[in-house]
């Protein structure tokens, strides 16, 4: 039984200037620290539409701190970033940058879905109202309107009979899907995935992984943290290796695992594959 996603279609309701013609994310020269730690140390790259890449390294390299500054959740300190066109967090007018406020962010991270390791649902409401709430809430959308989507989502994450389930009553794998489905609700352009498969039970990983794979199948721009070499092998459209705050080597997915460039990626690898 195949499931789908439509295509993230263009870009929902204009948070921007956002042109829908260049990269999806660009990065350039991105630097971060938290207080004297330099913790990306000038991060350059692109995720064109529709691309799938995957970031792996070792622990504290700085792969979700990056994720994070994407998402408006860390500023970076030098460098620029753009989303679909858009700086992140400033505008522009003239020579002079502006920071954005408030409501100006806040249209910027409606458009990216962040999924995270541990799955965050709201412990008081059932699987549909959790995937209901951010477009009734932050939209205001018709709740008609938004549980016919939900509900079609829920069924797209394979777990129709779970609509009135609160997440206690969840598994790890299935309260994961629910928090894809809840992101995908926003009608994201980009999804961020932080080791979404980190916390769970080896048997529940395959469902999620299948999840994400229909995701990219179908069109969707994605940036993976993962541990998953398979997944990053047979689904990414690219592979990054980070340590300590750079990207040490990158490439297509197949050429980066099975011929590193690097020697540290080849003693990561060593260690993981
Ligand atoms: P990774 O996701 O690759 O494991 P992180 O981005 O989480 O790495 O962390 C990179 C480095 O930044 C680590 O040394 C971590 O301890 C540090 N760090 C992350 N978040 C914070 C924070 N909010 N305050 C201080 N240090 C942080
Ligand atoms: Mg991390």
Same mark, same amino acid.
């Given at each position: 039984?195949?499931?789908?996603?439509? #295509?993230?279609?263009?870009?929902?309701? *204009?948070?921007?200037?956002?042109?829908?013609?260049?990269?999806?994310?660009?990065?350039? *020269?991105?630097?971060?620290?938290?207080?004297?730690?330099?913790?990306?140390?000038?991060?350059?790259?692109?995720?064109?539409?529709?691309?799938?890449?995957?970031?792996?390294?070792? #622990?504290?390299?700085?792969?979700?701190?990056?994720?994070?500054?994407?998402?408006?959740?860390?500023?970076?300190?030098? *460098?620029?970033?753009?989303?679909?066109?858009?700086?992140?967090?400033?505008?522009?007018?003239?020579?002079?940058?502006?920071? =954005?406020?408030?409501?100006?962010?806040?249209?910027?991270?409606?458009?990216?879905?962040?999924?995270?390791?541990? %799955?965050?649902?709201?412990?008081? =409401?059932?699987?549909?109202?959790?995937?209901?709430?951010?477009?009734?809430?932050?939209?205001?959308?018709?709740?008609?309107?938004?549980?016919?989507?939900?509900?079609?989502?829920?069924?797209?994450?394979?777990?129709?009979?779970?609509?009135?389930?609160?997440?206690?009553?969840? #598994?790890?794998?299935?309260?994961?899907?629910?928090?894809?489905?809840?992101?995908?609700?926003?009608?994201?352009?980009?999804?961020? %995935?932080?080791?979404?498969?980190?916390?769970?039970?080896?048997?529940?990983? *395959?469902?999620?992984?299948?999840? =994400?794979?229909?995701?990219?199948?179908?069109? =969707?721009?994605?940036?993976?943290?993962?541990?998953?070499?398979?997944?990053?092998?047979?689904?990414?459209?690219?592979?990054?290796?980070?340590?300590?705050?750079?990207?040490?080597?990158?490439?297509?997915?197949?050429?980066?695992?099975?011929?590193?460039?690097?020697?540290?990626?080849?003693?990561?690898?060593?260690?993981?594959?």
């Amino acid at each position: 039984d195949s499931v789908g996603f439509g #295509s993230g279609s263009g870009s929902p309701s *204009g948070s921007g200037s956002g042109s829908g013609s260049g990269p999806m994310v660009r990065a350039e *020269g991105v630097h971060k620290f938290f207080g004297r730690l330099h913790v990306l140390r000038g991060i350059d790259l692109e995720v064109e539409p529709g691309e799938v890449m995957c970031v792996i390294g070792p #622990s504290g390299s700085g792969k979700s701190t990056f994720l994070r500054c994407i998402n408006h959740l860390e500023k970076i300190d030098s *460098g620029r970033l753009w989303v679909d066109g858009d700086l992140v967090g400033y505008r522009q007018r003239g020579e002079k940058l502006h920071e =954005m406020r408030e409501r100006e962010v806040a249209a910027q991270r409606r458009d990216i879905g962040m999924v995270f390791q541990r %799955f965050n649902l709201f412990p008081h =409401m059932t699987a549909l109202e959790n995937i209901m709430e951010a477009p009734v809430q932050v939209r205001g959308e018709s709740k008609a309107a938004v549980r016919e989507r939900a509900m079609d989502l829920l069924d797209r994450v394979g777990l129709s009979e779970k609509v009135a389930s609160y997440p206690s009553q969840l #598994s790890g794998g299935q309260q994961q899907r629910v928090a894809i489905a809840r992101a995908l609700a926003m009608e994201p352009k980009l999804m961020l %995935f932080d080791e979404p498969t980190s916390a769970l039970d080896p048997e529940l990983v *395959g469902d999620v992984l299948d999840v =994400m794979r229909q995701l990219a199948v179908d069109g =969707m721009t994605m940036v993976v943290v993962t541990h998953e070499m398979g997944f990053a092998r047979e689904v990414g459209d690219s592979l990054v290796f980070m340590d300590a705050g750079a990207i040490v080597e990158q490439g297509r997915p197949r050429d980066v695992l099975t011929d590193p460039q690097h020697q540290r990626t080849q003693d990561f690898l060593s260690k993981v594959l």
